[in-house]
C-alpha cells in the first residue's frame, strides 16, 4: 500500500540533498544524530518486550 504521510527528518536544507555540492555544518549532523537517537531510545523503551524463557531451577544431570 502507499502511505498516507511520512515525516523526514534530518540535518541540512529540504530538497539540498543529492546535489554534487551539498554539504551540512558538522553543528548540525551531531545535532541531527542526537535528536534521532533520543526518539529511538523513547519508541523502543515503551515497546512491550517478549517475556524471556523461564531458567531452570537446576540443570539435570550430565549424561555420560
Not at 3 to 25: F, K, T
Not at 26 to 39: C, F, H, M
Request: hydrophobic share 55%; aromatic share 2%.
Amino acid at each position: 500500500g502507499k502511505l498516507a504521510s511520512l515525516a523526514a527528518y534530518g540535518p541540512g536544507e529540504a530538497g539540498a540533498g543529492s546535489r554534487p555540492d551539498e554539504s551540512i555544518a558538522v553543528r548540525d549532523l551531531l545535532l541531527a544524530a542526537k535528536v534521532i537517537a533520543l526518539a529511538a531510545h523513547q519508541i523502543l523503551a515503551a515497546a512491550p518486550r517478549a517475556m524471556p524463557e523461564p531458567v531452570p531451577a537446576a540443570l539435570p544431570p550430565a549424561v555420560t
